[in-house]
């Protein structure tokens, strides 16, 4: 079994910082790409940025310059670093990560349960 646990949301004010963490664990071998998604209330899930398991990142566009990814693999933790936070940021934040688990051949995705910013004006 494979679990990811995000972290580190809460209740900012416009112009602000947050850091977001996702912890993965279980039988796992490899962790290949790992993604933070975002879901705001009556919109789709959408990508706001991917990390490789070498370290190769890509932002939506909306959050480049402000937002940076990064994980340590060691600790089977990817982070995201928000910052200059703007209401329209207001979202639940996903973890998402292509694992390989123990005893089971091939790469299989996994997401986590979310975890809640929000962003006052």
């Known amino acids: 079994q494979v679990q990811l646990v995000e972290s580190g949301g809460g209740l900012v004010q416009a112009g602000g910082s947050l850091r977001l963490s996702c912890v993965a664990s279980?039988?796992?071998?490899?962790?290949?790409?790992m993604e933070w998604y975002r879901q705001a209330p009556g919109k789709q899930r959408e990508l706001v940025a991917s990390i490789t398991s070498g370290g190769n990142t890509n932002y939506a566009d909306s959050v480049k310059g402000r937002f940076i990814i990064s994980r340590d693999n060691a600790k089977k933790t990817m982070y995201l670093q928000m910052n200059s936070l703007k209401p329209e940021d207001t979202a639940v934040y996903y973890c998402?990560?292509?694992?390989?688990?123990?005893?089971?051949?091939?790469?299989?995705?996994?997401w986590g349960q979310g975890t809640q910013v929000t962003v006052s004006s």
């Open positions: 998402n990560a292509n694992v390989w688990r123990t005893g089971i051949p091939g790469f299989y995705n996994y």
């Open positions: 279980g039988s796992i071998v490899s962790i290949g790409t």
